[in-house]
């Protein structure tokens, strides 16, 4: 009985080994394809990437026109708590400006024709 045992265990080391170089191996092989690939991938520049806001007469047409809305809104609301100063009413007009804002807008600003 101790034979065998000793004869499984050294199967089961054996197995273990193999599975531990495959491993390896395929760790090594992966290594060297990532080397090979940032080595072939090129470098972006040293440049930062900046941002900067679109400029042109549509640009300032358009920010023209988003600050034309938001004041309009904000005005609404100032409007609403200074006349009412009720909670109820002032979310309600609140409410009402956030639906209707669209509305105004594509009214007022349409730009398909």
Do not use: C
């Not at 191996?25 to 080595?39: I, K, P, S």
């Not at 100063?85 to 956030?98: H, K």
């Amino acid at each position: 009985m101790s034979k065998e045992r000793a004869r499984r265990r050294a199967e089961r080391e054996a197995e273990r080994a193999r599975a531990i170089r495959a491993n390896e191996e395929r760790q090594a092989r992966a290594a060297r394809r990532r080397a090979l690939l940032t080595r072939l991938t090129p470098r972006p520049t040293a440049r930062p990437v900046r941002f900067y806001r679109q400029s042109g007469l549509l640009a300032r047409r358009h920010r023209a026109q988003n600050a034309v809305v938001a004041l309009g809104f904000l005005l609404v609301q100032v409007i609403a708590w200074l006349v009412w100063g009720s909670f109820p009413i002032s979310f309600a007009v609140l409410v009402l400006s956030v639906l209707f804002v669209p509305v105004v807008v594509t009214l007022a600003f349409d730009r398909r024709t």
